[in-house]
C-alpha cells in the first residue's frame, strides 16, 4: 500500500462520514427534529469538517494515477467511459461534488428555514451522493456501473455517522429524555436494517440478471480471506440489530448497538475497496495520523457549536 492509497481510503471514509452527517441532519430536520436533538450538534459538526477533508481531496489529486487505473490510460474502457474518466473531467466532477457539500453543510447550520433547507438539500446531495460513490469508489474497477451502488454507499455513510453521533452523545453527561432516546434508537434500527437490505438487493439484481461485469466485482472480493471479512461484518451488523430491537433499549444498549453498527460499517467498508497490498506499520500510522486531525477539528468544531442540551431534554 503506497502513500496516495492511505490518502484515498482516509479521504472516502471521512467524507462519506461528513455527506452521511448531512443526510441524517436533513431528514432529522424533515422530520421535525423529534429524534435528531440529542445529537444535532455532533451531526453538524461532523458535516462542517467538509472544507478540511477537501485539502485531502487537493493532496489526493496529484496521485490519481496511484489509485485508479483508468487515470493512466488503462482499463480498455468503452469510448464514452474512457471520456467520462478522464483526470479532468474527473477532478471537476470531484470538486463540484464537495463544493455542493461543503454549501450545504454551511446552509444548513446558518438558515433558520431548516425544513425548506433540507428538503432542497437532500434534492441535491442524492445525485451528488450516488455519482461520488462511483467516481470515487465503484470506479476503481470501472467496467461496472451500478445505479444502486450509490444509494446503498450512502445509507451506510449515514448509518455510520449516526452511530458515531450517538456514540459521542451517550457518553456525554447530559443524558437526552427517554423519549428521545427511543426514537433515536428506532432511526439507528431503521438505517440499519434499510442498509443491509439495499446491500442485499444489489447483490440479488447481479445474480439474478447475470451480470458478467457485476459477478466479477463480486467474486474478487470472494477469496476466503474476503469472505470471513464480509462473514464478520454482517455478523457484527446481525448483533447490532438483534441489540436494537427490543423498544425501550437501555444507555447502554444503544452504546453497544452503535459501536456494532460502527464496527460493521468499518469492516464493510474495507470489504467494498479492497486495499491493494498489506498496509505497512507507517501506513497504518499515517491512517491514524490524519484520522487523528480530523478527529481534533471535529472536536473543536464542536465546541463552536450549540448544544441544545435543553431541546434534547426536553418530551418531544
Given at each position: 500500500?503506497n502513500?496516495?492509497?492511505v490518502?484515498?481510503?482516509?479521504?472516502v471514509?471521512l467524507?462519506?462520514?461528513a455527506?452521511?452527517?448531512?443526510?441524517v441532519?436533513m431528514l432529522?430536520?424533515?422530520?421535525s427534529e423529534?429524534?435528531?436533538?440529542?445529537?444535532r450538534?455532533?451531526?453538524e459538526?461532523t458535516a462542517?469538517?467538509?472544507?478540511?477533508l477537501?485539502?485531502?481531496g487537493i493532496?489526493l489529486?496529484f496521485g490519481l494515477?496511484?489509485v485508479?487505473p483508468w487515470?493512466s490510460g488503462r482499463?480498455?474502457?468503452?469510448?464514452?467511459r474512457?471520456a467520462?474518466?478522464?483526470p479532468?473531467?474527473?477532478l471537476?466532477r470531484?470538486?463540484?461534488?464537495?463544493?455542493i457539500c461543503?454549501?450545504l453543510?454551511?446552509?444548513?447550520?446558518?438558515?433558520?428555514?431548516?425544513?425548506?433547507?433540507?428538503?432542497?438539500?437532500?434534492?441535491c446531495?442524492?445525485?451528488?451522493?450516488?455519482l461520488?460513490?462511483?467516481?470515487?469508489?465503484?470506479?476503481?474497477?470501472p467496467?461496472w456501473?451500478?445505479s444502486?451502488?450509490g444509494?446503498?454507499f450512502?445509507?451506510?455513510?449515514?448509518?455510520?455517522?449516526?452511530s458515531?453521533?450517538i456514540?459521542?452523545t451517550?457518553l456525554?453527561?447530559e443524558?437526552?429524555?427517554?423519549?428521545?432516546?427511543?426514537s433515536?434508537?428506532?432511526?439507528?434500527?431503521?438505517?440499519a436494517l434499510?442498509?443491509?437490505?439495499t446491500?442485499f438487493?444489489?447483490f440479488l439484481i447481479?445474480w439474478?440478471a447475470?451480470?458478467?461485469q457485476?459477478a466479477?466485482w463480486y467474486a474478487?472480493?470472494s477469496d476466503?480471506?474476503?469472505?470471513?471479512l464480509?462473514?464478520v461484518?454482517?455478523?457484527?451488523?446481525?448483533?447490532?440489530?438483534?441489540?436494537?430491537?427490543?423498544?425501550?433499549v437501555?444507555?447502554?444498549?444503544?452504546?453497544?448497538?452503535s459501536?456494532?453498527?460502527l464496527?460493521h460499517?468499518?469492516?464493510?467498508?474495507?470489504?467494498i475497496?479492497?486495499?491493494?497490498?498489506?498496509?505497512?506499520?507507517?501506513?497504518?500510522?499515517l491512517?491514524v495520523?490524519?484520522?487523528?486531525?480530523?478527529?481534533?477539528?471535529l472536536?473543536?468544531?464542536?465546541?463552536?457549536?450549540p448544544?441544545y442540551?435543553e431541546e434534547a431534554?426536553?418530551?418531544p
Amino acid at each position: 500500500m503506497n502513500t496516495m492509497e492511505v490518502f484515498y481510503i482516509v479521504f472516502v471514509g471521512l467524507t462519506g462520514l461528513a455527506m452521511g452527517s448531512l443526510v441524517v441532519l436533513m431528514l432529522g430536520h424533515l422530520m421535525s427534529e423529534h429524534w435528531l436533538a440529542p445529537v444535532r450538534s455532533e451531526i453538524e459538526a461532523t458535516a462542517l469538517t467538509l472544507p478540511l477533508l477537501l485539502l485531502l481531496g487537493i493532496l489526493l489529486a496529484f496521485g490519481l494515477q496511484q489509485v485508479f487505473p483508468w487515470a493512466s490510460g488503462r482499463g480498455d474502457l468503452p469510448p464514452l467511459r474512457a471520456a467520462f474518466l478522464s483526470p479532468v473531467f474527473y477532478l471537476l466532477r470531484s470538486t463540484v461534488y464537495l463544493g455542493i457539500c461543503v454549501a450545504l453543510a454551511f446552509w444548513l447550520t446558518r438558515t433558520r428555514h431548516v425544513r425548506r433547507a433540507s428538503a432542497i438539500g437532500l434534492a441535491c446531495l442524492i445525485p451528488v451522493m450516488s455519482l461520488s460513490a462511483y467516481d470515487w469508489v465503484l470506479s476503481r474497477e470501472p467496467h461496472w456501473w451500478s445505479s444502486l451502488f450509490g444509494f446503498a454507499f450512502g445509507l451506510s455513510e449515514a448509518l455510520a455517522a449516526l452511530s458515531i453521533a450517538i456514540l459521542v452523545t451517550l457518553l456525554k453527561v447530559e443524558p437526552a429524555s427517554p423519549m428521545r432516546l427511543k426514537s433515536l434508537e428506532r432511526a439507528l434500527l431503521t438505517l440499519a436494517l434499510l442498509s443491509v437490505w439495499t446491500w442485499f438487493a444489489q447483490f440479488l439484481i447481479v445474480w439474478l440478471a447475470n451480470l458478467p461485469q457485476g459477478a466479477e466485482w463480486y467474486a474478487r472480493r470472494s477469496d476466503p480471506e474476503s469472505l470471513a471479512l464480509v462473514a464478520v461484518s454482517y455478523g457484527l451488523m446481525l448483533a447490532a440489530i438483534l441489540v436494537l430491537v427490543p423498544s425501550g433499549v437501555s444507555r447502554i444498549g444503544m452504546i453497544v448497538g452503535s459501536a456494532l453498527a460502527l464496527l460493521h460499517h468499518g469492516t464493510h467498508f474495507v470489504w467494498i475497496l479492497q486495499p491493494k497490498g498489506r498496509p505497512s506499520w507507517i501506513d497504518l500510522g499515517l491512517m491514524v495520523g490524519l484520522v487523528g486531525l480530523w478527529g481534533i477539528a471535529l472536536a473543536l468544531v464542536m465546541r463552536r457549536r450549540p448544544t441544545y442540551a435543553e431541546e434534547a431534554a426536553t418530551e418531544p
